[in-house]
């Protein structure tokens, strides 16, 4: 579930030589390149369907049962179409020296924004996208192919169940953006869920996760409440109408166990096209109002959004 969020690109962008934009170019002029209308295909339980870009030659939002999933721009990788993908592309770009590769799980695919823009902004990073939805995969793969030389393995399969197959310390960072029908799946909400996350990070790497919640906002202050059982930093940024909890809409949850660069986290979510806010630390443990964590058997799935959400 995703909310557009202006023109403006991720803060992590780098310019490229002529020769380089000619390539993209290239690329982008692939299958979903040459369309200029809309392909829809059934995917697995759903029907997932391409819409052009009209501002953007090569661009496309994929949409699954009309809720939108990921915006993609086959010339331009770096550029960060929805709100909480911009968040989490600064994410990425501050877990580590600019430019520096990084070993990345993606969980949920979608069409690979996140992969692509890091494989963009950190070359020779190694990233492992598990996507439960085998003939999206596919979809995706073939209307908006992948960078062949992108360091980018994909499994489809159940995001807990890939996760489990991933060795210990694997990871700098973990990002989790999983939806089946607008709603994160229960399994993937509760403290054994982050505790095997927490298995596959290095120490002191990072967890990322996109939340999606509306008034009261009691699923939201559930998964802080979750994540402070299993990390000991936390920060969390949104909206200010999803703050008070005025509309639904996504929030993006940081947590690990070193000290989170909240000071420029916070600068570049205020500058967004859309400002954001982020809390942390006392504020944000307020913000909670003593919720309790969630485990594999009270785990419940994120609530659906209303039909107003994706207007």
């Given at each position: 579930m995703a909310r557009r969020g202006g023109s403006g690109g991720g803060a992590g962008a780098r310019k490229r030589s002529d020769r380089k934009a000619e390539?993209?170019?290239?690329?982008?002029?692939?299958?979903?390149?040459?369309?200029?209308?809309?392909?829809?295909?059934?995917v697995d339980g759903s029907l997932a369907e391409l819409v052009p870009d009209r501002e953007r030659p090569h661009a496309w939002t994929l949409t699954l049962d009309?809720?939108?999933?990921?915006?993609?721009?086959?010339?331009d990788p770096t550029f960060l179409s929805f709100e909480y993908q911009r968040?989490?592309?600064?994410?990425?770009?501050?877990?580590?020296?600019s430019?520096?590769?990084?070993?990345?799980?993606?969980?949920?695919g979608g069409a690979f924004t996140l992969a692509r823009y890091i494989a963009a902004t950190r070359p020779r990073s190694t990233q492992q996208v598990i996507e439960v939805d085998a003939a999206l995969v596919e979809l995706v793969r073939r209307e908006l192919p992948l960078d062949p030389q992108a360091r980018i393995r994909v499994r489809a399969t159940d995001?807990?169940?890939?996760?489990?197959?991933?060795?210990?310390?694997?990871?700098?960072?973990?990002?989790?953006?999983?939806?089946?029908?607008?709603?994160?799946?229960?399994?993937?909400?509760?403290?054994?869920?982050?505790?095997?996350?927490?298995?596959?990070?290095?120490?002191?790497?990072?967890?990322?996760?996109?939340?999606?919640?509306?008034?009261?906002?009691?699923?939201?202050?559930?998964?802080?409440?979750?994540?402070?059982?299993?990390?000991r930093e936390l920060a969390l940024a949104a909206d200010p109408t999803v703050w008070r909890g005025?509309?639904?809409?996504?929030?993006?949850?940081?947590?690990?166990?070193?000290?989170?660069?909240v000071a420029e986290l916070t600068r570049r979510v205020a500058t967004d096209p859309h400002p954001g806010r982020v809390e942390h630390g006392r504020a944000l443990a307020d913000f909670t109002g003593g919720a309790a964590a969630v485990n594999d058997a009270g785990a419940r799935p994120s609530p659906a959004p209303p039909p107003s959400a994706f207007g």
């Open positions: 390539n993209r170019t290239e690329r982008g002029a692939g299958r979903a390149g040459r369309r200029t209308e809309p392909l829809a295909e059934p009309g809720a939108p999933q990921s915006h993609v721009d086959l010339d968040r989490i592309g600064h994410i990425a770009d501050l877990v580590a020296p430019g520096q590769p990084l070993h990345v799980v993606h969980l949920g995001a807990r169940a890939g996760l489990g197959k991933i060795q210990d310390g694997w990871a700098d960072l973990v990002i989790a953006d999983v939806f089946s029908g607008a709603r994160t799946p229960a399994h993937l909400t509760s403290t054994e869920f982050l505790a095997e996350v927490r298995r596959v990070l290095k120490p002191g790497g990072s967890y990322v996760a996109n939340l999606a919640d509306g008034p009261p906002l009691t699923h939201l202050r559930g998964q802080i409440a979750t994540a402070a059982t299993v990390f005025r509309r639904f809409g996504n929030a993006v949850l940081l947590a690990s166990d070193l000290p989170l660069k």
